[in-house]
Nanobody
């Protein structure tokens, strides 16, 4: 059974930083491509960043240069370091394997002054 538990969200001022974590069980992040998605109010869920089983990363244009996806295979956890946050980054953030219908509960990120 795949379980994904996101944490680290919160309220931050524009220009601030947050680090999200996603603890995975039932799936090996060392063998599986993983991704962070987000969904803002009234908008469709979008892919933010991905990391392949080989460690290659890719990012949405809107976060390139500001966000960094990484992983700790010993902890079976992936991370999303978010810097220079903007109000438009406000959303619920989810992690998931790129393949399969598995979603966590998400973590809310709010960027506001």
């Amino acid at each position: 059974q795949v379980q994904l538990v996101e944490s680290g969200g919160g309220l931050v001022q524009p220009g601030g930083s947050l680090r999200l974590s996603c603890a995975a069980s039932g799936v090996s992040i060392r063998l599986t491509a993983m991704a962070w998605y987000r969904q803002a109010p009234g908008k469709q869920r979008e892919l933010v960043a991905g990391i392949s089983s080989g460690g290659r990363t890719n990012y949405a244009d809107s976060v390139e240069g500001r966000f960094t996806i990484s992983r700790d295979t010993a902890k079976n956890t992936i991370y999303l370091q978010m810097n220079s946050l903007k109000p438009e980054d406000t959303a619920v953030y989810y992690c998931k394997p790129l393949v399969g219908p598995y979603w966590g509960q998400g973590t809310q990120v709010t960027v506001s002054s």
